[in-house]
């Protein structure tokens, strides 16, 4: 496999104004120095918590918020300083797909004229492109006679596939998925995931898929990357990360996730986390999880901990105190002695044993 | 955040389990909310629109009994129909609700005011529409216990409103009582939320969608919570939610609905391990289980089409026309919902042939003809959610 | 993190794939047009300047009379067989006249709203688009001409460039753009962060796409409305102003210069034959404006359609 896409030390800050001059007073960091590549036909899921940064990292690597910080290549290019007409080349390569089935398509157009769009935009419409549309439609599941029809006649699930079909439309090697699903009715969710895992393999896209479903995400991602305060803290193959998590965070997460499996309810021991993600504007010094970590000592507070392979090459972690590797039917709580470090009193948060 | 808090005891100050209120014990109780038959309908411009058709279910006290469907099933018509909160165009047009035997239809706005707040409490999804913006949180508290009880006095109120705000896990409950919702985050609003509900101990606590705008951390919090809520105040409680992994982690029993009917009903236990109705075979098999991992490769089993249009609902079985063992029989007579096995009810007319049934195996051999007329065949202009590709 | 759920106690969730009914497509034109029909008063306004229009439109086939010709055998006479609304001063047939003003008061009123519309809908999409300091100059802008007083503007440009339905035209348009400008800003920030444009701008388009092929046609139910208004606005300056002597002149009849004709004492207790049908003709006009652009705000409102949804 092929490197399609590198980001080094990607961010975006927004600056906060304030008084009647907008004095600069500080920044909402929303990401915060990520590093991570992808390959050609592989899918790379973004997951964490609302305010995580996975959405505007998701934007930035489609280039519709320019990065304050970090570069972005796409196949060897460096497309982070790029505006205008000459972002129209990187246009056709990386797509996007929004969450929201009823923002994201115009009412006074026909599923038609939206997938048409981005052709007649690249001027390749005149060419071949009513045939062009119809194999859209086509691919994603939707049939000709939809080609007339507007939004609102069609249901949550028709509409992703409308979206899913203009973000095809230009040949894209990079889909970035924002939530696809999440806006969809349980029953339509598994229609879609099938229609992109489909396409994957048909097209060999590479996707981007951002989410905070992990059930979904450990069904169609190849490799995982946790994101916290606008940082990566683990990223990894999903096999490991789910099996052999080593931030604690990625741990909480897993645990926190309910699984329909009303047998295994008593005996899942889940780390309930405390309290809630601090501000994007004042992050916690040293480690961002640390306030909410039932691990975190001095260390955690003074010194940043870096992204750093352990194990096996490809998983990595950013914690001073990792987890080893379990089994799957070890304890995975964590014992009051590791809670009991010198910060603990300092501590606004603590995780508990829950049965 | 959290420095009220002492290190070595387990947060919620709600107490554990009490015996007496486990599943099993549930048979023997009484039930406290008894629903039968209701009808609600809502008035449009093309006729009524049947969204709740002859629901019925009950709870017993100190039993959480999850109600799952999705958009348009009439889980939300349903509870918004116990708390008397179905307003113009909606009316509801037949059926019984009765809380401890009284029937709550036949009250008076005044007297169903009296029973909300009271003796039924509800938490709604979001938090931030249904807190007022412009009250304290604490005054907001307050107002619910002194409206209950009228010779409260204030002091009595706030202090008690501090202890209930402990007792939800809201860190400085002095600091946060005095504080406006918008000072909250979202799983704090919602733990507010729930503080006013169980402020006056109700016997019934609705709960409709109280995760869904929630992290999974913040859920995982608040699905505990309101355990320890049943657990300490042994209220019956409705948890409406499309999301199954929250009916595994909180409920004793569930009720199943679609196209405004039940079409299923069991214990918790018995309905994941062997579900008796195609479309809850479907809804198990869209969930990525951790089981699946080595089964990465496949596609997820889908149930095809949409949910139907409930202004032209199908006839017969409403699940018919995305069921793959849907025959003539399904497309004319509708099933009631029968006992399918003890404690365990299916409304489908071939519930027994779904006994060691795997959902995989069932929509997976949906045939592409069952697929094109997927979606509901009233409507001449539709046209199927799904085609197969070539 | 949003979940479509029904949560809605005003109705059961959304209808899926296309509720619609059997029977004709609903395109946005059509259910526009089927809300724009429940409005009896704007249907009734659309007929009856319906009628206004054709009355204008074929004045000459329809005026028996010229409508300067002079008869001085018949001054300032009664409504009669021949003279259907009577004569003026000059002798010349007031029927005919109010037919012949009325193009003039329309063509007026039609083409100041079109330039006006056009200046405001562009200034506006901009401004709502690009946002900033093109937004912050553009609305100084709409302020500084929203706080001149028109009337008087407009005396001093009729004293510069002379009195003259072009003047007029000009004029009216040049001062009422901010209106619209308004409206349109509002629709273009509304749909600046839309994830459709997002889509857009993802497949490549710049502000000059999104202008043209989203936020203009977003914005016209808004500026259709604001239009008519515009409309109604520039036929009644008119009025006024050629009642002031400073818009149509003589021997051009208008509406506003045919009331300054009949506006002595005398005439308006003796002949009111020679004031009444102008006055008619404006208020009716103005008025069926007015109800056409309550019919286009319902019309342009989806929430106004009760039977969209089950």
């Known amino acids: 496999m092929t490197e399609l896409l590198r980001v080094e030390g990607l961010a975006k800050h927004y600056p906060i104004r304030r008084g009647v001059l907008r004095r600069h007073v500080g920044d909402v960091r929303a990401v915060d120095g990520l590093d991570f590549g992808m390959a050609t036909g592989e899918t790379l899921s973004l997951v964490g918590e609302s305010g995580c940064g996975k959405s505007t990292t998701g934007r930035m690597i489609a280039r519709l918020l320019a990065p304050s910080g970090g570069r972005i290549v796409f196949d060897g290019r460096d497309i982070s300083g790029l505006s205008g007409k000459a972002l129209s080349p990187l246009r056709r390569e990386v797509q996007f797909m929004f969450q929201d089935p009823y923002a994201s398509l115009s009412p006074r157009m026909t599923a038609h004229d939206i997938i048409a769009e981005p052709l007649r935009l690249q001027g390749t419409y005149r060419q071949n492109g009513a045939a062009r549309v119809t194999e859209l439609l086509d691919m994603v599941g939707l049939s000709r006679q939809h080609a007339d029809r507007y939004a609102h006649e069609f249901s949550g699930g028709q509409r992703q596939r409308v979206g899913l079909a203009r973000a095809l439309a230009p040949g894209p090697r990079l889909l970035v998925l924002d939530e696809p699903v999440s806006a969809l009715d349980v029953s339509i969710q598994a229609q879609i995931v099938n229609q992109l895992r489909q396409l994957q393999r048909e097209l060999g896209l590479a996707y981007l898929f951002i989410s905070h479903d992990l059930s979904i995400v450990r069904h169609v991602s190849h490799r995982i990357a946790v994101m916290y305060l606008g940082r990566i803290v683990e990223i990894g193959p999903r096999a490991r990360i789910f099996s052999a998590p080593e931030h604690p965070y990625t741990r909480a997460l897993l645990s926190a996730t309910p699984v329909a499996d009303p047998a295994r309810r008593d005996e899942r021991r889940r780390i309930t986390l405390q309290g809630d993600v601090p501000s994007p504007s004042d992050p916690p010094s040293g480690c961002r999880f640390r306030t909410r970590c039932w691990k975190a000592r001095d260390i955690c507070a003074n010194e940043e901990p870096k992204l750093v392979a352990r194990q096996e090459d490809g998983h990595l972690s950013a914690c001073h105190f990792p987890e080893g590797t379990l089994s799957s039917g070890e304890d995975i709580t964590p014992g009051p002695s590791q809670g009991a470090g010198g910060t603990v009193e300092k501590k606004e948060a603590r995780a508990w044993p829950e049965g | ?390 | ?310």
């Open chain 3, 1 to 310: 993190m949003t979940v479509s759920t029904d949560t809605t106690i005003a109705g059961p969730g959304p209808a899926p794939a296309g509720g619609a009914v059997a029977g004709p497509r609903r395109t946005p034109a059509r259910m526009a047009l089927r809300r724009f029909r429940r409005n009896k008063l704007a249907v009734a306004g659309a007929a009856v300047l319906g009628l206004v229009l054709v009355l204008a439109v074929f004045a000459p086939l329809i005026a028996r009379h010229s409508p300067n010709q002079v008869d001085l055998d018949a001054l300032r006479q009664g409504p009669s067989a021949k003279h259907w609304f009577g004569t003026d001063s000059s002798g010349r047939d007031v029927f005919s006249r109010v037919v012949h003003a009325g193009r003039v008061s329309l063509l007026v009123g039609v083409s100041a709203a079109l330039i006006s519309v056009v200046i405001g809908t562009l200034l506006g999409a901009v401004a709502g688009l690009l946002g900033g300091v093109v937004d912050s100059a553009v609305m100084r802008l709409a302020d500084i001409v929203l706080s001149f007083p028109t009337v008087i503007a407009i005396v001093v440009l009729a004293g510069v460039l002379g009195p003259s339905v072009t003047m007029l035209v000009i004029a009216i348009g040049a001062t009422h753009w901010p209106q619209a400008c308004r409206v349109v800003r509002g629709v273009a920030l509304g749909l600046r962060e839309q994830d459709y444009l997002h889509a857009a701008r993802a497949g490549g388009a710049g502000p000059w796409w999104l202008v043209r092929k989203h936020i203009v046609p977003a914005s016209l139910p808004p500026v259709a409305v604001a239009a008519t208004l515009a409309v109604a606005q520039a036929v009644l300056l008119e009025a006024t102003l050629s009642f002031l002597g400073l818009g149509v002149q003589p021997p051009q009849a208008s509406w506003g210069n045919m009331l300054n004709d009949a506006q002595s004492l005398t005439l308006i207790e003796s002949a009111p034959w020679m004031w009444l049908p102008p006055g008619i003709a404006i208020a009716v006009t103005v008025l069926s404006v007015n109800f056409v652009g309550d019919g286009l705000r319902d019309a342009g409102d989806p929430r106004q359609s009760k039977g969209a949804r089950p």
């Open chain 2, 1 to 390: 955040m959290n420095t009220a808090q002492t290190s070595d005891g387990p947060a919620p100050a709600l107490g554990r389990t009490l015996p007496g209120t486990r599943p099993a014990d549930f048979d023997d109780a009484e039930p406290l909310l008894e629903i039968r038959d209701l009808v609600v309908e809502f008035a449009g411009d093309e006729g009524a629109v049947r969204a709740v058709d002859g629901v019925a279910y009950s709870v017993r006290p100190g039993e959480i009994l999850g109600v799952v469907g999705e958009s348009g099933s009439g889980k939300s018509v349903t509870a918004m129909s116990v708390l008397g909160l179905i307003r113009r165009p909606g009316r509801i047009v037949g059926g019984e609700i009765r809380l401890r035997g009284r029937d709550l239809l036949g009250l008076t706005h005044r007297q169903m005011r009296e029973i909300r707040g009271n003796q039924v409490a509800m938490i709604f999804q979001d938090p931030m529409t249904a807190l007022n913006p412009v009250m304290t949180v604490g005054a907001q508290i307050i107002e619910a216990l002194r409206l209950h009880d009228r010779k409260m006095s204030r002091a009595a109120a706030r202090e008690r409103a501090v202890e209930l705000l402990t007792s939800v896990g809201v860190p400085q409950p002095e600091v946060r009582v005095g504080q406006y919702p918008h000072e909250f985050s979202g799983g704090m609003r919602q733990r507010a939320m729930i503080a006013i509900a169980i402020a006056n101990r109700p016997q019934l606590l609705i709960a409709d969608e109280p995760t869904t705008a929630l992290d999974v951390t913040v859920q995982a919090q608040v699905l505990d919570l309101l355990r320890d809520a049943r657990d300490t105040t042994g209220a019956a409680t409705v948890i409406i939610t499309h999301d199954l992994g929250v009916v595994a982690e909180l409920a004793d029993s569930v009720v199943v609905m679609y196209a405004g009917r039940v079409v299923e009903q069991a214990a918790v236990s018995e309905l994941f391990a062997a579900p008796r109705h195609p479309y809850t075979l479907g809804l198990l098999a869209g969930v990525p289980t951790s089981e699946d991992e080595d089964e990465d490769d496949d596609d997820l089993a889908s149930i095809p089409g949409t949910p139907p249009d409930m202004a032209h609902p199908p006839a017969g079985c409403a699940f018919h026309p995305r069921c793959p063992i849907a025959r003539d029989r399904c497309r004319t007579e509708r099933p009631p919902l029968a006992q399918a096995a003890p404690g365990h009810r299916s409304a489908c007319h071939y519930a027994d042939e779904l006994v060691g049934a795997t959902a995989r195996d069932l929509f997976a051999t949906v045939p592409d003809a069952i697929r094109d007329t997927a979606a509901p065949d009233a409507i001449a202009a539709s046209i199927p959610d799904v085609k197969e590709a070539p």
